[in-house]
């Protein structure tokens, strides 16, 4: 279809992270021919609305793309707070790059406020993982990617990032592993200290 006739329903335009913007048409062409490539007839009943249920929630599942991490990191406040912040078990959502099947598990992020003593809303930290899960990732990225935007949007003292996930392409297909679990670790700043970073580290664990 020319691109003049394309009826674009953009869920998000384009951003640094997602230099094309998000476009629904494409999408739905697309799940249509890959069902064509498993060998399915993407006209029957059950799969006729398929392709667009798809496109539509691929604009939520990868929401991330158009949202950015300083703009949530944004709204502070005064806690005259010297001390670690740990926001932990929060859940994580994502897709790993390389097969496009989920990923899931927790993460847990610690932070040393700046020295003005600011920190941010609680939900914050859990909408800042968000805004890097819910984008095509590899866990490694997603862990880094938190802790650098509470250093460079936040201006923390330390932080120390911990990503617990489970990857279903290691258990559906290829090597199969259920159950197998992969832990990451960004740690920056003062939570480097050998003595705070198992402090941090124990009230990850000792929640449980
Ligand atoms: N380091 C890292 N690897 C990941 C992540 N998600 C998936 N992978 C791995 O990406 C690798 C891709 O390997 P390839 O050999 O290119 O792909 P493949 O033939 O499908 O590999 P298998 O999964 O071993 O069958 C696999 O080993 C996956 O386990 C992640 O978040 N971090
Ligand atoms: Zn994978």
Redesign the pocket.
């Known amino acids: 279809m020319a691109d003049s006739k394309r009826k674009p329903r953009r869920a998000f335009k384009e951003t640094a992270d997602s230099p094309v913007g998000y476009d629904a048409d494409r999408v739905e062409a697309a799940v249509r021919e890959f069902l064509l490539g498993i060998g399915e007839d993407p006209d029957r009943e059950g799969l006729r609305d398929t392709p667009g249920r798809i496109a539509r929630s691929c604009a939520e599942l990868f929401a991330g793309l158009d949202q950015d991490a300083e703009e949530v990191l944004a709204t502070t406040f005064d806690a005259s707070h010297d001390e670690m912040v740990l926001v932990r078990d929060i859940e994580v959502q994502s897709f790993?790059?390389?097969?496009l099947l989920p990923?899931h598990g927790l993460a847990h992020v610690a932070y040393i406020p700046p020295e003005s003593g600011h920190v941010t809303g609680l939900s914050k930290i859990a909408r800042l993982v968000d805004v890097f899960a819910k984008r095509p990732?590899?866990?490694?990225?997603?862990t880094t990617q938190i802790a650098d935007a509470l250093v460079d949007y936040l201006h923390v003292r330390g932080a120390l990032v911990v990503v617990d996930?489970e990857?279903m392409?290691?258990t559906m297909?290829?090597?199969r592993k259920p159950g197998s679990r992969?832990t990451?670790s960004a740690v920056r700043g003062q939570l480097r200290d050998a003595a705070t970073r198992a402090e941090a580290m124990s009230l990850i664990v000792g929640g449980r």
């Open positions: 790993c790059e390389h097969h990923f990732q590899v866990q490694e990225r997603l996930c990857h392409c290691m297909r290829g090597v992969t990451t």
